[in-house]
Protein backbone atom coordinates (compact mmCIF):
# COMPACT_ATOMS: atom_id res chain seq x y z
CA UNK A 1 0.00 0.00 0.00
CA UNK A 2 2.65 2.28 1.19
CA UNK A 3 4.88 1.66 -2.16
CA UNK A 4 1.50 2.03 -4.43
CA UNK A 5 1.13 5.55 -2.62
CA UNK A 6 4.76 6.59 -3.70
CA UNK A 7 5.17 5.24 -7.04
CA UNK A 8 4.19 7.93 -10.13
CA UNK A 9 0.69 8.41 -10.91
CA UNK A 10 1.93 10.57 -13.94
CA UNK A 11 4.25 10.55 -16.44
CA UNK A 12 5.29 13.72 -14.48
CA UNK A 13 5.75 12.42 -11.28
CA UNK A 14 2.88 13.21 -9.02
CA UNK A 15 3.12 9.96 -6.84
CA UNK A 16 -0.26 8.39 -6.26
CA UNK A 17 -0.25 9.63 -2.30
CA UNK A 18 -0.35 12.82 -3.85
CA UNK A 19 -2.79 12.54 -5.62
CA UNK A 20 -5.01 10.64 -2.65
CA UNK A 21 -7.44 13.32 -2.22
CA UNK A 22 -8.43 13.12 -6.02
CA UNK A 23 -9.43 9.29 -5.51
CA UNK A 24 -11.40 10.09 -2.00
CA UNK A 25 -13.04 12.80 -3.85
CA UNK A 26 -13.91 10.85 -7.03
CA UNK A 27 -15.24 8.29 -4.73
CA UNK A 28 -17.76 10.52 -3.09
CA UNK A 29 -18.70 11.94 -6.45
CA UNK A 30 -19.37 8.29 -8.11
CA UNK A 31 -21.48 7.74 -4.88
CA UNK A 32 -23.74 10.70 -5.11
CA UNK A 33 -24.02 10.40 -8.88
CA UNK A 34 -25.56 6.40 -8.25
CA UNK A 35 -27.21 6.29 -4.99
CA UNK A 36 -30.32 8.26 -5.80
CA UNK A 37 -30.80 6.07 -9.05
CA UNK A 38 -30.48 3.07 -6.99
CA UNK A 39 -31.55 3.84 -3.48
CA UNK A 40 -35.37 3.43 -4.56
CA UNK A 41 -35.10 -0.15 -5.79
CA UNK A 42 -34.73 -1.73 -2.11
CA UNK A 43 -37.51 0.95 -0.70
CA UNK A 44 -39.62 0.00 -3.12
CA UNK A 45 -39.76 -3.26 -1.72
CA UNK A 46 -40.67 -1.79 1.77
CA UNK A 47 -44.18 -2.87 3.64
CA UNK A 48 -44.17 0.22 5.34
CA UNK A 49 -46.49 3.12 4.28
CA UNK A 50 -43.42 5.45 4.86
CA UNK A 51 -40.35 4.97 2.11
CA UNK A 52 -37.52 3.15 4.57
CA UNK A 53 -34.53 2.14 4.09
CA UNK A 54 -33.15 -0.12 5.08
CA UNK A 55 -36.95 -1.89 4.96
CA UNK A 56 -38.06 -3.06 7.72
CA UNK A 57 -40.54 -6.07 6.18
CA UNK A 58 -40.19 -6.77 2.60
CA UNK A 59 -43.45 -7.01 0.20
CA UNK A 60 -44.49 -6.62 -3.39
CA UNK A 61 -47.28 -4.44 -1.72
CA UNK A 62 -46.64 -1.38 -4.14
CA UNK A 63 -45.95 -3.07 -6.95
CA UNK A 64 -49.38 -5.29 -6.33
CA UNK A 65 -51.05 -1.80 -5.57
CA UNK A 66 -49.44 -0.41 -9.44
CA UNK A 67 -50.44 -3.46 -11.06
CA UNK A 68 -54.09 -3.76 -9.68
CA UNK A 69 -54.91 0.07 -9.97
CA UNK A 70 -56.79 0.66 -13.29
CA UNK A 71 -55.38 4.04 -13.32
CA UNK A 72 -52.11 3.54 -13.08
CA UNK A 73 -52.07 0.50 -15.95
CA UNK A 74 -53.89 3.09 -18.06
CA UNK A 75 -51.38 5.66 -17.64
CA UNK A 76 -48.21 2.72 -18.33
CA UNK A 77 -50.64 1.47 -21.48
CA UNK A 78 -50.68 5.42 -22.92
CA UNK A 79 -47.00 5.67 -22.21
CA UNK A 80 -45.79 2.58 -23.91
CA UNK A 81 -47.89 3.08 -26.75
CA UNK A 82 -46.39 6.96 -27.07
CA UNK A 83 -43.00 5.91 -26.79
CA UNK A 84 -43.56 3.28 -29.37
CA UNK A 85 -45.11 5.39 -31.91
CA UNK A 86 -43.00 8.27 -31.12
CA UNK A 87 -40.37 5.85 -31.85
CA UNK A 88 -42.00 4.81 -35.41
CA UNK A 89 -42.50 8.46 -36.49
CA UNK A 90 -39.28 9.78 -35.32
CA UNK A 91 -36.67 7.34 -36.40
CA UNK A 92 -37.79 7.15 -40.03
CA UNK A 93 -38.55 11.21 -40.41
CA UNK A 94 -34.80 11.46 -38.66
CA UNK A 95 -33.28 8.94 -40.83
CA UNK A 96 -33.98 10.09 -44.20
CA UNK A 97 -33.52 13.35 -42.91
CA UNK A 98 -30.28 13.06 -41.92
CA UNK A 99 -29.57 11.25 -45.15
CA UNK A 100 -31.09 13.86 -47.40
CA UNK A 101 -29.25 16.66 -45.43
CA UNK A 102 -25.89 14.53 -46.03
CA UNK A 103 -26.15 13.95 -49.55
CA UNK A 104 -27.75 16.80 -50.91
CA UNK A 105 -25.32 19.77 -51.37
CA UNK A 106 -27.43 22.62 -51.81
CA UNK A 107 -26.64 25.99 -50.23
CA UNK A 108 -28.95 25.86 -47.20
CA UNK A 109 -28.43 22.38 -45.46
CA UNK A 110 -26.78 23.45 -42.63
CA UNK A 111 -29.47 26.35 -41.62
CA UNK A 112 -31.88 23.36 -42.23
CA UNK A 113 -30.08 21.06 -39.57
CA UNK A 114 -29.72 24.14 -37.46
CA UNK A 115 -33.32 24.39 -37.67
CA UNK A 116 -33.88 20.59 -37.49
CA UNK A 117 -32.16 20.34 -34.28
CA UNK A 118 -33.60 23.57 -32.41
CA UNK A 119 -36.41 21.48 -30.50
CA UNK A 120 -33.36 20.34 -28.38
CA UNK A 121 -32.35 23.85 -27.38
CA UNK A 122 -36.07 25.62 -26.84
CA UNK A 123 -36.76 24.92 -23.19
CA UNK A 124 -39.46 22.44 -23.29
CA UNK A 125 -41.60 24.55 -21.59
CA UNK A 126 -42.20 26.57 -24.07
CA UNK A 127 -42.43 23.51 -26.94
CA UNK A 128 -44.96 22.42 -24.13
CA UNK A 129 -47.35 25.73 -24.32
CA UNK A 130 -47.05 26.15 -28.12
CA UNK A 131 -48.24 22.68 -29.03
CA UNK A 132 -50.91 22.97 -26.60
CA UNK A 133 -52.04 26.50 -28.27
CA UNK A 134 -51.86 24.35 -31.50
CA UNK A 135 -53.34 21.51 -30.75
CA UNK A 136 -56.15 23.61 -29.14
CA UNK A 137 -56.78 25.13 -32.79
CA UNK A 138 -56.09 21.68 -34.72
CA UNK A 139 -58.51 19.62 -31.91
CA UNK A 140 -55.79 17.39 -31.31
CA UNK A 141 -55.50 18.40 -27.90
CA UNK A 142 -55.50 15.26 -25.56
CA UNK A 143 -55.29 13.03 -28.04
CA UNK A 144 -52.28 10.25 -29.17
CA UNK A 145 -51.59 11.38 -32.16
CA UNK A 146 -50.90 15.20 -30.56
CA UNK A 147 -48.80 13.66 -27.97
CA UNK A 148 -46.90 11.20 -30.37
CA UNK A 149 -46.03 14.55 -32.62
CA UNK A 150 -44.98 16.54 -29.65
CA UNK A 151 -42.26 14.18 -28.77
CA UNK A 152 -41.58 13.09 -32.12
CA UNK A 153 -40.56 16.57 -32.51
CA UNK A 154 -38.22 16.32 -29.31
CA UNK A 155 -36.95 12.79 -30.63
CA UNK A 156 -35.94 13.99 -34.05
CA UNK A 157 -32.72 15.95 -33.10
CA UNK A 158 -31.30 12.91 -31.33
CA UNK A 159 -32.02 10.63 -34.46
CA UNK A 160 -30.72 13.29 -37.04
CA UNK A 161 -27.33 13.75 -34.73
CA UNK A 162 -26.69 10.15 -34.23
CA UNK A 163 -27.44 8.79 -37.99
CA UNK A 164 -26.03 12.19 -39.17
CA UNK A 165 -22.17 10.85 -37.90
CA UNK A 166 -22.59 7.79 -38.77
CA UNK A 167 -23.56 8.81 -42.70
CA UNK A 168 -20.07 10.63 -42.07
CA UNK A 169 -18.28 8.18 -40.96
CA UNK A 170 -19.57 6.07 -44.12
CA UNK A 171 -17.60 5.96 -47.78
CA UNK A 172 -20.45 7.63 -50.57
CA UNK A 173 -18.42 5.79 -53.15
CA UNK A 174 -20.08 2.73 -52.32
CA UNK A 175 -23.50 3.69 -52.99
CA UNK A 176 -22.01 5.30 -55.76
CA UNK A 177 -20.69 2.16 -57.06
CA UNK A 178 -24.34 0.36 -56.49
CA UNK A 179 -25.91 3.09 -58.59
CA UNK A 180 -23.44 2.27 -61.31
CA UNK A 181 -24.53 -0.92 -61.43
CA UNK A 182 -27.66 0.22 -62.25
CA UNK A 183 -29.70 0.35 -58.58
CA UNK A 184 -32.17 3.17 -58.51
CA UNK A 185 -31.61 5.55 -55.19
CA UNK A 186 -33.93 4.29 -53.45
CA UNK A 187 -32.78 0.84 -53.18
CA UNK A 188 -29.35 1.67 -53.31
CA UNK A 189 -29.83 3.29 -49.98
CA UNK A 190 -32.08 0.49 -48.65
CA UNK A 191 -29.30 -2.11 -49.93
CA UNK A 192 -26.26 -0.44 -49.10
CA UNK A 193 -26.02 2.60 -47.12
CA UNK A 194 -28.72 1.73 -44.03
CA UNK A 195 -27.07 -1.97 -43.67
CA UNK A 196 -23.87 0.46 -42.93
CA UNK A 197 -25.51 2.88 -40.89
CA UNK A 198 -28.01 0.24 -39.13
CA UNK A 199 -26.43 0.42 -35.87
CA UNK A 200 -26.73 4.04 -35.29
CA UNK A 201 -30.48 3.32 -36.78
CA UNK A 202 -31.16 1.21 -33.73
CA UNK A 203 -29.33 3.91 -31.28
CA UNK A 204 -31.52 6.33 -32.63
CA UNK A 205 -34.84 4.54 -32.28
CA UNK A 206 -34.18 3.64 -28.40
CA UNK A 207 -32.95 7.12 -27.60
CA UNK A 208 -36.33 8.18 -29.29
CA UNK A 209 -38.24 5.69 -27.40
CA UNK A 210 -36.84 6.67 -24.15
CA UNK A 211 -36.93 10.28 -24.78
CA UNK A 212 -40.93 10.39 -24.92
CA UNK A 213 -41.39 7.31 -22.42
CA UNK A 214 -39.09 9.62 -19.51
CA UNK A 215 -40.62 12.96 -20.83
CA UNK A 216 -42.81 14.93 -18.39
CA UNK A 217 -43.55 18.75 -19.35
CA UNK A 218 -44.96 18.32 -22.47
CA UNK A 219 -47.06 14.92 -21.35
CA UNK A 220 -48.87 17.62 -18.60
CA UNK A 221 -50.03 19.70 -20.97
CA UNK A 222 -51.07 17.75 -24.06
CA UNK A 223 -51.91 14.34 -22.52
CA UNK A 224 -55.05 14.55 -20.19
CA UNK A 225 -58.55 13.54 -20.48
CA UNK A 226 -58.94 9.60 -20.73
CA UNK A 227 -54.90 9.07 -21.47
CA UNK A 228 -52.28 10.96 -19.29
CA UNK A 229 -48.80 9.24 -19.31
CA UNK A 230 -47.31 7.34 -16.66
CA UNK A 231 -44.79 10.69 -15.82
CA UNK A 232 -47.81 12.99 -15.81
CA UNK A 233 -49.13 11.14 -13.40
CA UNK A 234 -46.11 10.84 -11.47
CA UNK A 235 -45.40 14.33 -11.43
CA UNK A 236 -48.68 14.76 -10.37
CA UNK A 237 -48.68 12.46 -6.95
CA UNK A 238 -45.28 13.91 -6.04
CA UNK A 239 -46.76 17.51 -5.88
CA UNK A 240 -48.96 16.05 -3.40
CA UNK A 241 -47.38 13.37 -1.42
CA UNK A 242 -44.72 10.48 -1.50
CA UNK A 243 -46.53 7.88 -2.61
CA UNK A 244 -44.48 4.50 -2.65
CA UNK A 245 -45.92 3.16 -5.20
CA UNK A 246 -43.82 5.79 -7.14
CA UNK A 247 -40.67 3.80 -5.86
CA UNK A 248 -42.08 0.73 -7.30
CA UNK A 249 -42.26 2.73 -10.55
CA UNK A 250 -39.46 3.96 -10.33
CA UNK A 251 -37.87 0.53 -10.09
CA UNK A 252 -39.45 -0.53 -13.34
CA UNK A 253 -38.58 2.49 -14.97
CA UNK A 254 -34.48 2.49 -13.20
CA UNK A 255 -34.39 -1.38 -15.21
CA UNK A 256 -36.02 -0.89 -18.37
CA UNK A 257 -33.93 2.20 -19.30
CA UNK A 258 -30.77 0.36 -18.26
CA UNK A 259 -32.03 -2.72 -20.31
CA UNK A 260 -32.62 -0.43 -23.34
CA UNK A 261 -29.32 1.55 -22.75
CA UNK A 262 -26.89 -1.94 -21.95
CA UNK A 263 -28.94 -3.06 -25.92
CA UNK A 264 -27.53 0.68 -27.09
CA UNK A 265 -24.31 -0.15 -26.07
CA UNK A 266 -24.15 -3.77 -27.58
CA UNK A 267 -25.32 -2.30 -30.63
CA UNK A 268 -22.62 0.36 -30.38
CA UNK A 269 -19.88 -1.76 -29.70
CA UNK A 270 -20.42 -4.32 -32.52
CA UNK A 271 -20.20 -1.48 -34.77
CA UNK A 272 -16.82 -0.88 -33.46
CA UNK A 273 -15.85 -4.58 -33.84
CA UNK A 274 -17.15 -4.55 -37.25
CA UNK B 1 -25.31 20.45 -89.35
CA UNK B 2 -22.10 21.92 -88.35
CA UNK B 3 -23.63 24.28 -85.88
CA UNK B 4 -25.60 21.62 -84.54
CA UNK B 5 -22.34 19.67 -83.57
CA UNK B 6 -20.50 22.61 -81.76
CA UNK B 7 -24.11 22.90 -79.69
CA UNK B 8 -24.95 19.56 -78.32
CA UNK B 9 -22.37 18.97 -75.91
CA UNK B 10 -23.08 22.49 -74.44
CA UNK B 11 -26.67 21.36 -74.63
CA UNK B 12 -25.66 18.28 -72.66
CA UNK B 13 -23.92 20.09 -69.91
CA UNK B 14 -26.28 22.86 -69.08
CA UNK B 15 -28.63 19.56 -68.89
CA UNK B 16 -26.75 17.75 -66.85
CA UNK B 17 -26.37 20.72 -64.39
CA UNK B 18 -30.37 21.08 -64.79
CA UNK B 19 -30.50 17.18 -63.33
CA UNK B 20 -27.62 17.52 -60.87
CA UNK B 21 -29.73 20.50 -59.21
CA UNK B 22 -33.09 18.76 -59.73
CA UNK B 23 -31.37 15.90 -57.57
CA UNK B 24 -29.99 17.79 -54.87
CA UNK B 25 -33.04 19.45 -54.82
CA UNK B 26 -35.01 16.00 -54.87
CA UNK B 27 -32.60 14.66 -51.84
CA UNK B 28 -33.03 17.65 -49.91
CA UNK B 29 -36.69 17.33 -50.46
CA UNK B 30 -35.82 14.20 -48.12
CA UNK B 31 -35.97 16.21 -44.87
CA UNK B 32 -39.33 17.86 -45.90
CA UNK B 33 -41.10 15.47 -43.03
CA UNK B 34 -38.90 16.82 -40.34
CA UNK B 35 -39.18 20.25 -41.19
CA UNK B 36 -42.77 20.10 -41.23
CA UNK B 37 -42.60 18.86 -38.17
CA UNK B 38 -40.52 21.29 -36.70
CA UNK B 39 -42.50 23.97 -38.46
CA UNK B 40 -46.39 22.88 -37.75
CA UNK B 41 -45.48 22.06 -33.82
CA UNK B 42 -42.60 24.70 -32.87
CA UNK B 43 -42.04 27.37 -34.88
CA UNK B 44 -45.68 28.38 -35.99
CA UNK B 45 -46.88 28.21 -32.17
CA UNK B 46 -43.68 29.90 -30.98
CA UNK B 47 -44.11 32.77 -33.40
CA UNK B 48 -47.73 32.91 -32.23
CA UNK B 49 -46.56 33.22 -28.57
CA UNK B 50 -43.86 35.75 -29.55
CA UNK B 51 -47.35 37.48 -31.46
CA UNK B 52 -49.43 37.22 -28.35
CA UNK B 53 -46.84 39.04 -25.71
CA UNK B 54 -47.28 41.88 -27.41
CA UNK B 55 -50.95 41.93 -27.63
CA UNK B 56 -52.38 43.76 -24.59
CA UNK B 57 -55.87 42.51 -22.39
CA UNK B 58 -57.94 44.99 -24.69
CA UNK B 59 -57.10 43.26 -27.66
CA UNK B 60 -54.51 45.85 -29.51
CA UNK B 61 -51.10 46.23 -29.93
CA UNK B 62 -49.33 46.70 -26.29
CA UNK B 63 -46.16 46.70 -24.35
CA UNK B 64 -47.93 45.94 -21.08
CA UNK B 65 -46.95 42.46 -20.69
CA UNK B 66 -43.35 43.46 -21.27
CA UNK B 67 -43.74 46.62 -18.80
CA UNK B 68 -45.61 43.68 -16.27
CA UNK B 69 -42.31 42.26 -16.02
CA UNK B 70 -40.34 45.53 -14.85
CA UNK B 71 -43.01 47.00 -13.11
CA UNK B 72 -43.98 44.30 -10.57
CA UNK B 73 -41.56 43.12 -7.71
CA UNK B 74 -42.83 39.64 -8.09
CA UNK B 75 -41.36 39.08 -11.53
CA UNK B 76 -38.02 40.46 -10.62
CA UNK B 77 -37.68 37.98 -7.95
CA UNK B 78 -38.67 35.30 -10.49
CA UNK B 79 -35.70 36.43 -12.43
CA UNK B 80 -33.34 36.64 -9.98
CA UNK B 81 -33.97 33.42 -8.43
CA UNK B 82 -33.71 31.69 -12.11
CA UNK B 83 -30.23 33.55 -11.97
CA UNK B 84 -29.42 32.41 -8.98
CA UNK B 85 -30.21 29.12 -9.45
CA UNK B 86 -28.73 28.70 -13.08
CA UNK B 87 -25.19 30.54 -11.53
CA UNK B 88 -24.58 28.30 -8.20
CA UNK B 89 -25.84 25.04 -10.39
CA UNK B 90 -23.42 25.89 -12.74
CA UNK B 91 -20.55 26.69 -10.24
CA UNK B 92 -21.09 23.57 -8.21
CA UNK B 93 -21.24 21.49 -10.96
CA UNK B 94 -17.84 23.21 -12.36
CA UNK B 95 -16.34 22.85 -8.99
CA UNK B 96 -17.40 19.17 -8.36
CA UNK B 97 -17.08 18.00 -12.40
CA UNK B 98 -14.04 19.42 -13.77
CA UNK B 99 -11.80 17.21 -10.83
CA UNK B 100 -14.31 14.53 -11.17
CA UNK B 101 -13.39 14.60 -15.16
CA UNK B 102 -10.06 15.28 -14.40
CA UNK B 103 -9.64 12.33 -12.84
CA UNK B 104 -11.42 10.27 -15.01
CA UNK B 105 -8.95 11.40 -18.07
CA UNK B 106 -5.67 10.23 -15.79
CA UNK B 107 -7.67 6.52 -15.35
CA UNK B 108 -5.92 3.85 -17.83
CA UNK B 109 -8.83 4.10 -20.35
CA UNK B 110 -10.44 0.63 -19.77
CA UNK B 111 -11.05 1.77 -16.37
CA UNK B 112 -12.47 5.17 -16.84
CA UNK B 113 -15.13 3.37 -19.22
CA UNK B 114 -15.83 1.79 -15.75
CA UNK B 115 -16.16 4.56 -13.77
CA UNK B 116 -18.23 6.48 -16.35
CA UNK B 117 -20.83 4.25 -15.83
CA UNK B 118 -21.72 6.03 -12.61
CA UNK B 119 -21.83 8.74 -14.84
CA UNK B 120 -23.92 7.44 -17.79
CA UNK B 121 -26.26 5.61 -15.51
CA UNK B 122 -27.97 8.76 -14.22
CA UNK B 123 -27.80 10.59 -17.20
CA UNK B 124 -29.99 7.59 -18.52
CA UNK B 125 -32.45 7.71 -15.94
CA UNK B 126 -35.65 9.46 -15.95
CA UNK B 127 -35.59 13.26 -14.45
CA UNK B 128 -38.63 12.02 -12.56
CA UNK B 129 -37.02 9.17 -10.88
CA UNK B 130 -34.07 11.07 -9.65
CA UNK B 131 -36.26 13.89 -8.17
CA UNK B 132 -38.29 11.53 -6.85
CA UNK B 133 -35.09 9.89 -5.21
CA UNK B 134 -33.43 13.29 -4.00
CA UNK B 135 -37.16 13.75 -2.56
CA UNK B 136 -37.09 10.83 -0.58
CA UNK B 137 -33.47 11.42 0.62
CA UNK B 138 -33.86 14.25 1.86
CA UNK B 139 -37.35 14.58 3.66
CA UNK B 140 -37.54 15.34 7.61
CA UNK B 141 -37.52 12.11 8.17
CA UNK B 142 -35.07 10.77 5.18
CA UNK B 143 -32.44 8.68 5.35
CA UNK B 144 -29.83 11.67 5.17
CA UNK B 145 -31.34 13.50 8.00
CA UNK B 146 -31.70 9.82 9.93
CA UNK B 147 -28.14 9.38 9.14
CA UNK B 148 -26.64 12.48 9.96
CA UNK B 149 -28.31 12.43 14.06
CA UNK B 150 -27.26 9.38 14.09
CA UNK B 151 -23.47 10.50 13.41
CA UNK B 152 -24.20 13.27 15.75
CA UNK B 153 -23.63 15.53 12.53
CA UNK B 154 -26.50 17.91 13.85
CA UNK B 155 -28.95 17.36 16.58
CA UNK B 156 -32.66 17.48 15.10
CA UNK B 157 -33.83 17.16 11.39
CA UNK B 158 -32.68 19.99 9.20
CA UNK B 159 -35.26 21.58 6.50
CA UNK B 160 -32.98 20.04 3.03
CA UNK B 161 -36.26 19.75 0.37
CA UNK B 162 -38.74 22.59 -0.35
CA UNK B 163 -36.29 24.90 -0.51
CA UNK B 164 -32.99 26.23 -2.29
CA UNK B 165 -30.93 23.91 -0.76
CA UNK B 166 -32.85 20.77 -2.07
CA UNK B 167 -33.64 22.42 -5.64
CA UNK B 168 -29.84 23.03 -5.90
CA UNK B 169 -28.77 19.39 -4.81
CA UNK B 170 -31.45 18.15 -7.11
CA UNK B 171 -30.36 20.07 -10.20
CA UNK B 172 -26.66 19.39 -9.17
CA UNK B 173 -27.07 15.84 -9.36
CA UNK B 174 -29.21 16.17 -12.65
CA UNK B 175 -26.67 18.70 -14.50
CA UNK B 176 -23.48 16.80 -13.29
CA UNK B 177 -23.32 14.45 -16.56
CA UNK B 178 -23.82 17.29 -18.92
CA UNK B 179 -20.66 18.79 -17.70
CA UNK B 180 -18.38 15.79 -17.06
CA UNK B 181 -19.18 14.37 -20.89
CA UNK B 182 -17.76 16.84 -22.70
CA UNK B 183 -15.24 17.96 -20.27
CA UNK B 184 -13.68 14.67 -19.90
CA UNK B 185 -13.79 14.32 -23.69
CA UNK B 186 -11.65 17.52 -24.23
CA UNK B 187 -9.79 16.44 -21.70
CA UNK B 188 -8.82 12.75 -23.04
CA UNK B 189 -8.33 14.31 -26.35
CA UNK B 190 -5.10 16.19 -25.22
CA UNK B 191 -2.08 14.78 -26.67
CA UNK B 192 0.31 14.04 -23.11
CA UNK B 193 3.26 14.78 -24.87
CA UNK B 194 2.52 18.71 -24.28
CA UNK B 195 2.53 18.48 -20.72
CA UNK B 196 5.89 15.81 -20.90
CA UNK B 197 7.47 18.91 -22.81
CA UNK B 198 6.38 21.19 -20.00
CA UNK B 199 7.78 18.74 -17.16
CA UNK B 200 10.87 18.44 -19.76
CA UNK B 201 10.91 21.71 -19.71
CA UNK B 202 11.19 22.82 -16.16
CA UNK B 203 7.65 23.42 -15.22
CA UNK B 204 6.54 21.82 -11.66
CA UNK B 205 3.19 19.24 -12.20
CA UNK B 206 1.44 22.35 -10.87
CA UNK B 207 2.60 24.85 -13.08
CA UNK B 208 2.19 22.05 -16.16
CA UNK B 209 -1.36 21.85 -15.28
CA UNK B 210 -2.07 25.67 -15.01
CA UNK B 211 -0.37 26.63 -18.00
CA UNK B 212 -0.90 23.51 -20.30
CA UNK B 213 -3.43 21.00 -19.07
CA UNK B 214 -6.08 23.56 -18.35
CA UNK B 215 -6.54 26.04 -20.92
CA UNK B 216 -6.13 22.91 -23.21
CA UNK B 217 -9.36 21.63 -21.48
CA UNK B 218 -11.19 24.48 -21.58
CA UNK B 219 -13.35 24.22 -24.44
CA UNK B 220 -14.72 21.19 -23.43
CA UNK B 221 -15.48 22.50 -20.20
CA UNK B 222 -16.63 25.98 -21.48
CA UNK B 223 -19.38 23.70 -23.83
CA UNK B 224 -20.49 21.99 -20.45
CA UNK B 225 -21.08 24.50 -18.75
CA UNK B 226 -22.78 26.48 -21.21
CA UNK B 227 -24.98 23.79 -21.47
CA UNK B 228 -25.80 23.42 -17.68
CA UNK B 229 -26.48 27.07 -17.55
CA UNK B 230 -29.17 27.29 -20.51
CA UNK B 231 -30.68 24.21 -19.33
CA UNK B 232 -31.00 25.32 -15.89
CA UNK B 233 -32.59 28.69 -17.03
CA UNK B 234 -35.68 26.57 -18.36
CA UNK B 235 -35.53 23.96 -16.14
CA UNK B 236 -38.83 23.45 -14.66
CA UNK B 237 -39.49 19.85 -12.54
CA UNK B 238 -36.58 19.34 -10.15
CA UNK B 239 -37.67 23.02 -8.85
CA UNK B 240 -41.18 22.46 -9.18
CA UNK B 241 -40.86 19.41 -6.83
CA UNK B 242 -38.05 20.27 -4.54
CA UNK B 243 -38.62 23.53 -4.24
CA UNK B 244 -42.03 23.19 -2.63
CA UNK B 245 -43.60 26.01 -3.83
CA UNK B 246 -40.54 28.63 -2.29
CA UNK B 247 -38.09 28.25 -5.50
CA UNK B 248 -40.11 29.80 -8.17
CA UNK B 249 -38.21 30.14 -11.75
CA UNK B 250 -39.15 31.73 -15.12
CA UNK B 251 -40.70 28.32 -16.54
CA UNK B 252 -42.56 27.45 -13.67
CA UNK B 253 -44.40 31.11 -13.76
CA UNK B 254 -45.13 30.39 -17.26
CA UNK B 255 -46.78 27.11 -16.37
CA UNK B 256 -49.16 29.12 -13.50
CA UNK B 257 -49.49 31.98 -15.70
CA UNK B 258 -51.44 29.32 -17.97
CA UNK B 259 -52.87 26.42 -15.84
CA UNK B 260 -54.53 28.82 -13.10
CA UNK B 261 -54.66 32.31 -14.53
CA UNK B 262 -54.93 31.41 -18.14
CA UNK B 263 -52.94 34.47 -19.25
CA UNK B 264 -51.85 33.74 -22.79
CA UNK B 265 -50.17 37.18 -22.56
CA UNK B 266 -47.99 37.30 -19.64
CA UNK B 267 -46.69 33.75 -20.42
CA UNK B 268 -45.63 34.60 -23.74
CA UNK B 269 -43.35 37.69 -22.85
CA UNK B 270 -41.91 35.24 -19.87
CA UNK B 271 -41.35 32.60 -22.85
CA UNK B 272 -39.99 35.22 -25.07
CA UNK B 273 -37.71 36.21 -22.51
CA UNK B 274 -36.57 32.96 -21.85
CA UNK B 275 -36.31 32.07 -25.56
CA UNK B 276 -34.29 35.54 -26.08
CA UNK B 277 -31.80 34.61 -22.81
CA UNK B 278 -31.54 31.05 -24.40
CA UNK B 279 -30.84 32.02 -27.68
CA UNK B 280 -28.77 34.60 -27.39
CA UNK B 281 -26.56 32.59 -25.28
CA UNK B 282 -26.45 29.49 -27.56
CA UNK B 283 -25.55 32.09 -30.14
CA UNK B 284 -22.18 33.75 -28.59
CA UNK B 285 -21.41 30.01 -27.60
CA UNK B 286 -21.52 28.43 -31.09
CA UNK B 287 -18.76 31.05 -32.27
CA UNK B 288 -16.59 29.21 -30.21
CA UNK B 289 -17.52 25.93 -29.78
CA UNK B 290 -19.69 22.97 -31.73
CA UNK B 291 -22.48 22.53 -30.07
CA UNK B 292 -23.87 19.67 -32.00
CA UNK B 293 -20.82 18.02 -30.68
CA UNK B 294 -21.22 19.06 -27.01
CA UNK B 295 -24.86 17.90 -26.96
CA UNK B 296 -24.19 14.47 -29.40
CA UNK B 297 -24.37 12.67 -26.00
CA UNK B 298 -28.31 13.34 -25.81
CA UNK B 299 -30.10 16.02 -24.01
CA UNK B 300 -33.56 13.96 -23.18
Known amino acids: MLNWLRSPASDTQVTHGQRLWLYVFATIVMILLVTPTVIVIPMSFSDSRFLEF ?11 HFFGSEEWMQAA ?19 IAAYGLHSSRVPFVRAAFMLLITPMMVPVVLVAIGAFYAYVKLHILY ?69 SFDE ?27 DPTIAAISTMMVLLTTALMILAQIFGQSKKDG | ?36 LVLVILVLPVGWLFYVSFIGADGSFSLENYARMINRKSYARIFWTTFEVSVLTTGLCVLIGYPFAYFLAQLPQRFANLCLITVLLPFWTSLLVRTYAWLVLLQKNGLINNWAISLGLWDEPVKL ?52 FLPLSTPGLFAGALMVFVLCLGFFVTPAVLGGGRVIMVSMKIVSN ?43
Open chain 1, 54 to 64: PPQTWSLRWYR
Open chain 1, 77 to 95: RTSFEAAFLTMLVATPTGV
Open chain 1, 143 to 211: TMTGLVLAHSLLALPLVLIVTGSALKGFDPNLENAARSLGAARWKAFLTVTLPQIRFAVVTGALLSFLA
Open chain 1, 216 to 242: VVIAMFVSGGDNPTLTRNMFNALRDQI
Open chain 2, 1 to 36: MAAADMSAPDMNAAGLRRDERFERLRLFGLSSPALL
Open chain 2, 161 to 212: VHNLNGTLIGMVHIMLPFLILPTYGAMRAINRDYINAAANLGASPRRAFWTV
Open chain 2, 258 to 300: IELFVNWGAASALGVVLLVLTGGLLWIASRFVNLAAATAGGAH
